[in-house]
Nanobody, 115 residues
Framework: QVQLVESGGGLVQTGGSLKLTCVAS????????MDWYRQAPGKMREKVAT???????HYLDVVKGRFTISKDNAKTTLYLQMNNLKPEDTAIYYC?????????WGQGTSVTVSS
């Protein structure tokens, strides 16, 4: 059974930083493409960052240069370092992957950026 457990969210002021963590289990983590998504109140869920198994990364334009996705295969953990946070980054952040032809989601971690 796949489990994705996020943590690291919280309340931060504009310009601050947070590092989100997603601990994965039940899958061959090293070979998976992993994503971070976010969903702001009243908005659609959007993909923020992707880390492919070969190390290639992709970012939502509005977070480029501020967010960094990375992973530790030995710890089966995915990270999202978020710097220079803005109020518009306020959302619930989820890690996600595809396993067994099913999309797997964590429970999310809440990020609030105050102005």
């Amino acid at each position: 059974q796949v489990q994705l457990v996020e943590s690291g969210g919280g309340l931060v002021q504009t310009g601050g930083s947070l590092k989100l963590t997603c601990v994965a289990s039940g899958l061959n983590f090293e070979y998976r493409t992993m994503d971070w998504y976010r969903q702001a109140p009243g908005k659609m869920r959007e993909k923020v960052a992707t880390l492919m198994a070969d190390g290639e990364t992709h970012y939502l334009d509005v977070v480029k240069g501020r967010f960094t996705i990375s992973k530790d295969n030995a710890k089966t953990t995915l990270y999202l370092q978020m710097n220079n946070l803005k109020p518009e980054d306020t959302a619930i952040y989820y890690c996600e992957t595809l396993w067994g032809n099913m999309v797997q989601w964590g429970q999310g971690t809440s990020v609030t950026v105050s102005s």
